[in-house]
């Protein structure tokens, strides 16, 4: 499907198709997931039910980010995931530091799911 775009091409876009993926994967989860129990009667903001989403919608986000960018690139697909994983966990890496310092407890507990979809690429 991709081979019709061409190679230089899809080295320009590999990086910003993998950050609109990965976002366009968390912004899809989230509202779907929040839609979905406010239909049934419950509610998106108790406890357990923020904890879920804000843990499925990061690590859906992560594991996006990683598999889309290394799809679209050309060639070394392999290098390139594990290039993404290690760029996304040192950028993840930033935002957990910043979560830790303004002691926001949300972004800390997404930021680890991050961590874990980003990781979730990889094959032993």
């Not at 039910?49 to 070394?76: K, N, W």
């Not at 997404?110 to 990781?119: D, Y």
Request: with cysteine; aromatic share 12%; proline share 4%.
């Amino acid at each position: 499907m991709l081979d019709c775009i061409p190679h230089a091409l899809r080295w320009i876009g590999f990086l910003p198709a993998a950050i609109i993926a990965a976002w366009v994967a968390w912004f899809g989860l989230n509202l779907a997931n929040r839609v979905t129990m406010t239909l049934a009667g419950v509610s998106p903001e108790s406890l357990l039910m923020r904890a879920y989403i804000e843990a499925i919608s990061g690590a859906v986000l992560g594991y996006a980010f990683a598999y889309v960018g290394s799809r679209i690139a050309p060639t070394h697909q392999h290098r390139v995931l594990v290039v993404l994983v290690v760029c996304g966990l040192l950028f993840d890496g930033v935002l957990l530091a910043f979560a830790l310092m303004a002691t926001d407890y949300w972004s800390i507990w997404s930021a680890v799911w991050v961590a874990m979809g980003l990781a979730g690429t990889l094959k032993p």
